[in-house]
Structure formats: structure tokens, C-alpha cells
């Protein structure tokens, strides 16, 4: 198989992208990108988090269409304008996020927006039925097409949307992080279905950040770094190291910052709070974590592997459906944040607007977490303006002054404020969702500072984050969470962000 | 930095964008009163004035209470069917006429007094409950509620009219002090103690958060379903008044009398140009939205006008308010 998928002087590539650049704003996202796919393969893809992968993908499927470099499609130059070009080219996608109807029977799912009618312009229930049933049993699965989708496992519905994007014609299935939901009984029925989908002489692009999936079921892998794509090779032979050093690039391991750390845990400092085999039951469980006064615990862990949830349950925001939260020792259920509030915890969620008021001034998004410190019933404007104040000033918040409208601040200085909230009275325990994502390298350097600052002054510091860079700039221990449950953990010596990858 | 600039630099332009909800109901209310002068000799006196003032008294009472209910994004449909309930209520705790036909449990007067106005606490307790533990939105909760307590008002009276109520109520539905009818003052002591809870305490500024973004009062650690249960308590309890106050203003309780109130309370509110979405506006919008309402049922009385067109006429003043409140919400989204 891999001989055909180097081969191909005869046959004429599925798909080929030469020298395929794309940049946004004068800035490059991907950069002489060469990428081959045959018919009859199934091509891992791998890369970090802004390697490449999407916006090369998303060239594949239509979506931009002002790009540099040529696509070709089975030999022919073509160059999609829309998403609809590339689907009647025979590029299907199926999307980390299903798109599926949970209300609608699987059968109205798979031919969703192309439903057969009858001679009397109404739908052929009869046919689709009938066709649907005959798709599914055709990928070796046997699920009743008249089932209402929400009531199926994640992972059945995902085989539902595969077999749309087959029966609408496609050639060439485009999967991104197909496995990241799946149990591994479930992964393996996946491979079963894309075997069959390769033996049809279709070729499939399978994009993860789960390694092993990809050695498994790959034949060939394309590694992308920076934009460009920097390995390509058959998969046989191949191992899970060597993926990750080209992922991260050969000998700078440890020269950059947040390449590696040392990790500085220290066991002898109190426990502030305990996690017991929690779950939500769904996408967590049985996660135990011992968060320490003074000491930043990372959890690292890709998107969608239980970390928002884990910091939600922990901020008493989605009950607990199993294990127990212990504050100082002490078994605490909680009804509310409020009461999360109460026992000195705090949360900073990754998205900065879920926990700010746009149309508010600076000083009412400050003071709401502490009024009940600043006054006793009656609010006093002047107090909450002159603690406001002394945070803007103490966290270089770069705006006119307290009065200021929220909405009127950057990003990175949004961000500052929503930990502000959290600052005047220090917390007992602090919960950092994504702190640094999606900042300017100025205000992440701040923001880094600050949380040191915290840890320093003895709050026990929770970070959840996808990006290893944060883990490993912030973290004294890491916990490492894969689908839902504790993966690894590391508390001494020097963590590589190889390590890290590699648990996930 | 540059954003910041940015606001300060749209000038008038943006003040107008953020006044907007503030300033179409004062210059409705002016081109009414206006209006109204010009056409009628007898709308612009003194004793239309407090007519006016006494016309929209029941009515600011029970506003009062929706404008905490909607500041927090919320609804309540059932304002004016607790005020029937409760005022009916109010009869049956107090002795009727031989005549009067009807279920009755004649107590003390304040103590009738006090468990009338319990009722009006379970009501709104009843809706709370269902909004923030079971988790029904308010539109539907309190449609349900408004069924309950037209219910509840249909058994005690069953069809027929009560007449007496307690000396306290009945002198403060029917009289006046310093020419200045009872119901007016207690309005207004209403409409300032509204608007002192929501400017001047932490429970006020919490109400406004969390109509402003619930998910950031939540993440702040504001309970959020507190607050939420709250406001529907105040709403039953001010409806509660309301409908002790108007049984004995209008003298009689019966089934059925209060049908124009909930229409003519969410307008108030709503033309005053508090946003339906929460977190804008305040008692001050409301009285503002109160004159409005009163002026033009008023005015429309003073010049000849068919009386049929008049509910159509109040029907368009409410949809160019809802327009601009919506509109008002848009462009501050934009801005």
C-alpha cells in the first residue's frame, strides 16, 4: 500500500496540492505546502495547534479560494471558489463538531438537504429508508435508520455523518479529530468503517493529534510545522517519537521558551483543595487532583479531553455526578457559584466575554465579585472605583480610567480585568481556564507574571490549558488528561513538551 | 487605547446611540402633551393632571415590580391576574354583606391585611420555583401562574361581587390628603423605593448584572437564581398591593377586573424604554413610560375620537416602542 501511496508515476494522484501558500493579513498561515493523496490511502496528518493543518484543509474544501500554489484533483488543475465547488468535486469533510440533526431519524440524517421524492413532489419515505439501511449495513454497522439521532452514542452518530458525506458522491473524506470523542471500542469500529472505505478505492485525510491513532490506521503521514510541511513519508516504520520531534522540530528542544521546564513541585505544602474521583458524566471521569497553596497546577490536554468540564465542576458550575470536592479537608457540595465564591475559589473562564460585561464600566466588572467586601448594603462608586483604580495601575491596564466602557479595551486588557475581579481579597484557590490564548505576546508576558505573583503570595493555582507552551511557562506539577481521565501526571525533574504530546 | 479613543471621538452621535432608550419616551411624552393641549381645552389643568396621576396610580404599582422582573431579562404575564387573585382574596378575609353570596372567612382587619398579602408572597414563591429550580422559562411559567390565579379568583367569587374590605385599604383606595388621593402617594413611595433598591444597594446593582450578561454574574459568583427568584417575588408582592389598593379604588371585586392592567404594566415599562433583554433602563424610564400610557388614555378621552380607534391607536404607540427598544438594544451591540 505504501508503495503505491510513494509510487503513483502512472496514476495520477487523488489529490495534490503544489506549493500551496495562504496568508491572512500579510501574515502567513501556510507556506509551500506539497501534500499527495491517492486513491486507496488513508494520510495522516499531524502538527501542532497552528501548524497548518486547517487552513490547508480548508483550501482542499473551498472555503478560501484566494490562495498562491496549484490543486489538482485527480490529475485536473481546479481551483474551488466556494464550498459547494469542492463538494462537487468529491470533497467531503466530517468536522470535529458533528453537524448532525439530533432531532431528526438517522435516515433523515444521511440524506439531509437531498431527501428523494415521489412522483407527488412528497418525500420518499419508503426509498430512504430503505437506501439508508442499505448504506449503514454497507460499513458493516447495523443501526435501525428510523432511530432518532440524539439517541445514539457520539460515536455512531459521527459513522451517520461519514456515510452522508458518502452517499453524497465524495472521493476524497477529509476527518478532523475523528477519534477525540471515541471510546477505543468505539475508535476501532471507526478503522473498521475506513478500511472499507479504502478498500472502495476512496482516500481519506485523517487529521489528529492522537498519534497512535494515526501510526494505527495511516498509510502514509504528512507532518506539518510553522505553515509548511516539513515530513512525508509512508507510515510503516515510523514511530511516535519521531512524529513528535518533527512536529516540534529537531534540537530546539529546550531553547525556547516554554520548549521544556523544570518542574518545582513541592509535596510538603498544604493541600487547599482535593478532587476525588470526579466525573459529570459525560465527558469526565474519575479525575483526582490535589491543588496546593502556593503552587500552579497545570492541567495539559487537548481540546475537548475534559478540561473545561473538570473547571466547571470544580467552580460549581455543573454538578458533579460522581467523586467527591474536598476544600481544606472538608467535603463540599456545591449548589452554585456563589458557593464556590464563598469558600474563596475563583474561576476565569477561557472565553473572556462569559465572564465580562461588554456595555459596563471597567469599575462595575471589577467590583460585582467583591461587593459584598466593599459594602454592606448600600454600594459606595467611589470605593469601587478607587480599588479599580489601584488594579489598572498594578496590571498596566491600558485604558483612560475606571468609568471606561469594558468593551472599549483590547483583548489582552479585557483579560486583565477578568482577573482582576478575582484580586482585591486574595482567593484560596484560583482557576485559569486558557489564561494566555489568544494574546499579544506583551499582555501574555503581564498575564504570566501576575499568576507567578499569585503563586508566590500562596493561592493555590489551577491551569487548564491545550497549548503545551502555557503548561510548561506555568506549571510547577502536570496533570495530563486524555479523553476524559487522568493520562499522566508529572511532578519533578524537566518536562519536554515532547513528554506532554506524547501522554496526551 | 485606540478603541477607547474611538468612543470618545463618535461625540454626540454616540451619546445619542446610548441615550436613544432614554430620550424617544421623554420626546414622546412631550409631543403628546403638546398635542393634547392644542387639541382639548380641558387637558392641560391642574385637575387633569392629578386625574392623570390617579388614572395611572394602580398601574405604577404593579409596573414597579415588572421593571425588576424585566431588568433581569425576565417576564411576568402574570402581574394582573395575582392582582385580581389577591384583591379578591382581601374580600374573602373580610366580612360581606348578607347578600353577597359568596365564600368569606372574615378576619381582623390587619391580620386579613397580613395573609393577603402572604398570598401575594406564595404566588410569586410558586413562580419562582418553576423559572429557577424546574427550569421553565418565565413566559411560559407565568402564563401558567396568570391561569392559577385567574383560577383562584374564579372560586372565591363564582361570579359574584364583594364589596367591603379592611378600613386601612378602603381609606387608602378611596381617599385623599392635601387633595392628593391615597393611591398616587403610595405609588409614588413605590416607584422611589424601586428606584432606591435598584441605584443605590448591592441587591439593585446584581439585578442589573445579571440582566447585563447572566453567564458573567454567574462566573462572578452571583447566584444567580436568587436573584431571578427574587424579582418574581417582589413582582407577585407589588401586584399583590396593586390589587388590594384597586378593589377598594374601584369599589368592588370582582372577577375579570383587572384584564387591562397586564397590557397597559409591560407598556409602561417597555415604552419607558427599559430593554427587553435586561440589564438597561429603571424606574426612571418607567414613570416616564407611566405618563405616556396616562396621557394618551387620557387625552384620547379629551377630543372626539371614536373609542374603538383609541385600542388601536394604543396598540401602534406600543409597537414603535418596541421597535425602538429593540433598535436601542441593536445599535449599542454595534457601538
Redesign the interface.
Known amino acids: 500500500m505504501s508503495a503505491q501511496a510513494q509510487g503513483g508515476g502512472d496514476v495520477p494522484p487523488l489529490l495534490e496540492l503544489s506549493a500551496v501558500s495562504k496568508s491572512f493579513g500579510g501574515v502567513a498561515a501556510i507556506k509551500d505546502v506539497d501534500f499527495r493523496l491517492f486513491e486507496g490511502e488513508i494520510h495522516g496528518l499531524i502538527g501542532e495547534n497552528g501548524a497548518g493543518k486547517s487552513t490547508s484543509m480548508k483550501v482542499i474544501a473551498g472555503v478560501h479560494s484566494d490562495y498562491d500554489g496549484v490543486m489538482r484533483v485527480g490529475g485536473r488543475q481546479v481551483r474551488f471558489r466556494n464550498a459547494r465547488d469542492a463538494l462537487d468535486a468529491g470533497i467531503g469533510m466530517v468536522h470535529q463538531e458533528l453537524s448532525t440533526v439530533p432531532d431528526l431519524s438517522v435516515a433523515e440524517n444521511v440524506f439531509l438537504g437531498q431527501q428523494p421524492l415521489t412522483r407527488f413532489g412528497t418525500v420518499d419515505w419508503r426509498r430512504i429508508n430503505r437506501e439508508a439501511r442499505r448504506l449503514i449495513a454497507s460499513l458493516g454497522l447495523d443501526i435501525d435508520p428510523t432511530t432518532t439521532m440524539g439517541a445514539l452514542p457520539v460515536g455512531i452518530q459521527q459513522l451517520v455523518e461519514l456515510s452522508r458525506v458518502l452517499f453524497s458522491g465524495a472521493r476524497i473524506i477529509i476527518l478532523d479529530e475523528p477519534t477525540s470523542a471515541l471510546s477505543p471500542p468505539e475508535v476501532k469500529r471507526l478503522f473498521d468503517v475506513l478500511r472499507k472505505i479504502r478498500a472502495d478505492g476512496r482516500g481519506i485525510v485523517f487529521i489528529s493529534h492522537f498519534l497512535d491513532d494515526v501510526l494505527e490506521i495511516s498509510d502514509s503521514v504528512t507532518v506539518f510545522r510553522n505553515g509548511r510541511t516539513v515530513a512525508s513519508g509512508p507510515a510503516t516504520g515510523l514511530s511516535k517519537d519521531e512524529m513528535i520531534s518533527s512536529m516540534i522540530g529537531r534540537g530546539s528542544i529546550g531553547m525556547h521558551m516554554g520548549e521544556s521546564a523544570e518542574l518545582a513541585s513541592d509535596d510538603s505544602k498544604p493541600v487547599v483543595m482535593e478532587a476525588e474521583a470526579i466525573g459529570d458524566g459525560k465527558m469526565l471521569r474519575d479525575v483526582s487532583l490535589k491543588l496546593r497553596a502556593g503552587e500552579i497546577t497545570g492541567v495539559y490536554g487537548f481540546m475537548g479531553c475534559g478540561q473545561i468540564e473538570f473547571a466547571r465542576a470544580a467552580f460549581g458550575k455543573i454538578p458533579l455526578q460522581q467523586g467527591r470536592i474536598l476544600v481544606d479537608g472538608e467535603e463540599i457540595s456545591f449548589r452554585s457559584t456563589a458557593d464556590a465564591k464563598s469558600r474563596g475559589i475563583a474561576f476565569v473562564p477561557e472565553n473572556r466575554s462569559m465572564m465580562l460585561f461588554r456595555s459596563e464600566p471597567i469599575y462595575k466588572n471589577v467590583s460585582i465579585a467583591i461587593l459584598e467586601r466593599i459594602h454592606r448594603l448600600l454600594l459606595k462608586p467611589d470605593a469601587e472605583r478607587s480599588i479599580t483604580k489601584t488594579h489598572i495601575d498594578d496590571l498596566q491596564i491600558k485604558t483612560q480610567g475606571a468609568d471606561m466602557e469594558l468593551g472599549s479595551l483590547s483583548g489582552g486588557n479585557q483579560q486583565k480585568v477578568a482577573l482582576a475581579k478575582w484580586l482585591t481579597h486574595l482567593p484560596k484557590v484560583l482557576i485559569l481556564s486558557e489564561p494566555t490564548r489568544g494574546m499579544d505576546v506583551g499582555a501574555k508576558e503581564d498575564v504570566i507574571r501576575i499568576i507567578k505573583k499569585l503563586r508566590d503570595q500562596g493561592v493555590a493555582i489551577l491551569v487548564l490549558s491545550s497549548e503545551p507552551e502555557t503548561i510548561l511557562t506555568l506549571a510547577d506539577r502536570v496533570t495530563v488528561l486524555r479523553k476524559g481521565v487522568v493520562a499522566k501526571e508529572f511532578s519533578s525533574g524537566v518536562l519536554h513538551k515532547a513528554d506532554l504530546l506524547s501522554a496526551a | ?1 485606540q ?2 479613543g ?2 470618545k471621538a463618535g461625540g454626540l452621535k454616540a451619546v445619542l446611540t446610548d441615550q436613544l432608550r432614554n430620550i424617544a419616551p421623554v420626546f414622546t411624552l412631550m409631543v403628546l402633551v403638546i398635542f393634547f393641549s392644542a387639541a382639548s381645552p380641558s387637558f392641560f389643568t391642574a385637575d387633569n393632571f392629578m386625574n392623570i396621576l390617579s388614572q395611572v396610580s394602580i398601574t405604577a404599582i404593579i409596573a414597579v415590580g415588572l421593571t425588576f422582573v424585566i431588568l433581569t431579562a425576565e417576564i411576568d404575564l402574570s402581574v394582573a391576574a395575582i392582582a385580581n387573585a389577591v384583591g379578591i382574596t382581601l374580600a374573602y378575609f373580610t366580612l360581606q354583606p348578607e347578600y353577597v353570596n359568596i365564600a368569606n372567612l372574615p378576619l381582623n382587619g390587619v391580620i386579613a391585611i397580613v395573609l393577603t398579602l402572604a398570598t401575594a408572597v406564595v404566588f410569586g414563591l410558586v413562580t419562582a420555583f418553576g423559572v429557577t429550580w424546574i427550569g421553565i422559562p418565565s413566559f411560559i411559567m407565568t402564563l401558567a401562574m396568570m391561569q392559577i390565579a385567574n383560577g383562584v379568583s374564579a372560586l372565591l367569587v363564582r361570579g359574584q361581587i364583594a364589596y367591603n374590605y379592611p378600613d386601612l385599604i378602603t381609606t387608602l383606595g378611596t381617599e385623599s390628603v392635601f387633595g392628593i388621593r391615597w393611591t398616587i402617594i403610595v405609588a409614588v413611595l413605590f416607584l422611589a423605593a424601586g428606584h432606591f433598591v435598584l ?4 441587591y ?3 439585578i442589573y ?1 445579571t440582566g ?2 447572566r ?12 436573584i431571578i427568584g427574587s424579582v418574581l417575588v417582589i413582582g407577585a408582592v407589588c401586584s399583590g398591593v396593586a390589587g388590594m389598593l384597586a378593589v377598594a379604588y374601584f369599589g368592588s371585586a370582582q372577577q375579570n377586573q383587572f384584564d387591562t392592567y397586564l397590557l397597559d404594566a409591560i407598556a409602561a415599562v417597555v415604552v419607558g424604554g427599559t430593554s427587553l433583554f435586561g ?1 438597561r433602563g429603571g424606574i426612571g424610564n418607567t414613570i416616564v413610560g407611566l405618563l405616556v400610557l396616562g396621557v394618551l388614555n387620557n387625552g384620547l378621552d379629551h377630543i372626539q375620537i371614536d373609542s374603538f380607534l383609541k385600542i388601536l391607536i394604543r396598540g401602534l404607540i406600543l409597537l414603535s416602542a418596541l421597535i425602538i427598544n429593540v433598535y436601542a438594544q441593536r445599535l ?2 454595534k457601538g
Open positions: 487605547m478603541e477607547a474611538e468612543t441605584k443605590y444597594t448591592r439593585g446593582r446584581y448584572m447585563g450578561n453567564e458573567a454574574a454567574e462566573y462572578s459568583g452571583v447566584n444567580v437564581k436568587f440589564g449599542r451591540e
